[in-house]
């Protein structure tokens, strides 16, 4: 993907969106086009009716324009056909074009008729108002002349399905930071300026807070926590009346880092009988119990971390949280700057992107609300770089639209 996405980057610069239409004659090469790009950020909008109105005079009604977009070979070997067609799909508004194509080997097959095909689009191309590709899903498809011929018209001739369409979302994702002038500053920590990234401070020897600090820390920075007291087991009962039921009762320790695996959590706490129960079963862990209001509407768990890479600085991951987390492996790792959109446009792209976008009939979460506390998180983070080895919020519970993002569960390591 690195070496198609420079490519793109070397045959015009950075895409100006994430706009594409991508067509060919092979309606299982569409179809696999529309599963790859599943997952990534890249639009697929409808041909402009002016556009299909022409199309539709070039293909008849024998094709169904969509995008992506089969065009069949009813007029494979009619060459001023396909460049009529190029044509128009080339001045159709989209941020990229691409044709989709796999030539067989000359050693085994005449592959003229696809060569002609590729030059009817690389001849439609002059005074096009998008950048055009050439995209072979099989990457030993594409001979060297052919991507000699099209880097030759201004063409970006791209190897490999998934990599072609990774490449093209990553060259939009830049060109939309470009144009939305943000300033982009690396910092990375002082301590690794002089010593090998493998003399960092290991997270077995960095300091870990307690969770009722964590959480502190980040409230500091804009982060909504739950109201909370720490308390000694015997305070339990009149905490949780304080705060009012239901609560949570949570043993405090930093060597309780997955307090759920140990038994140190007890949720859904609706009773001083309960209370007291669950301060007895948790004194065997710890001295000090942290008693916390608990969020019951939630709509989804997300996970917020925060790394700090020897090169590139501060690392920003998101990613459906609470105990499935490591099964679902359902996350997105970003660069900075980080921007509000480019949290929302990844929280998107996830799995878990259609639970908070309200999956069912179920109610649409409050991203705006999950997106201001990755932001605060990233804050908390530039303010801690010579000392942050590891934040990691898990689980953010995202509330309805409108209500918020609690963070119920905070781990940061410090050097």
Known sequence: TLCEVLKVFHSGGPLHGRRVLVLGASGGDMAMTADAARNLGLEFPPIPPAQVARLREILTDKVQIANPFDFHTHIWFDRPGMRALFTVAQRSGFDAVGLMVDCPPADKADPTTYVDV???????FPGASTRGVVIC????????????????????????????LEALDLAGAVGAAWASGGRVELRTPRRNHSVLPADRPRPDTARTLAEHEGKAA???????????????????????????YPVVIKAVAASL?????????????????????????????????????????GVAEMLIGMTLDPQF??????????VLTELLRDSVSLLPPFTAAQIEAAVGRLTVGKLLAGYRGRPAADVPALVATALACARYAEANIEGLVELDINPVIVRPAGLGAVAVDALIRLA
């Not at 000694?232 to 705060?243: F, I, N, Q, S």
């Not at 600085?313 to 609470?322: F, I, R, S």
């Open 137 to 164: 899903s099989l990457p030993e498809s594409m001979a060297s002349s052919t991507r000699e011929k099209c880097l030759a018209a201004g063409i970006v001739p791209l190897q490999g399905q998934r990599e072609a």
């Open 257 to 297: 880092e997955h307090k759920s695996d140990a038994g140190g959590v007890i949720v859904n706490v609706r009773t001083a009988t309960d209370a007291a129960a669950a301060a007895q079963r948790l004194s065997s862990l710890s001295n000090t119990l942290l008693v916390e209001e608990m969020v019951a509407d």
């Open 218 to 244: 980040l409230a500091a920075f804009g982060v909504h926590i739950p109201r909370s007291r720490v308390v000694a087991p015997r305070d339990v009962v009149g905490a949780a009346e304080a705060l009012g």
């Open 313 to 322: 600085g501060q690392l920003l991951v998101l990613g459906a949280g609470g």
């Open 118 to 124: 590729i030059d009817e689009f690389i001849a439609a």
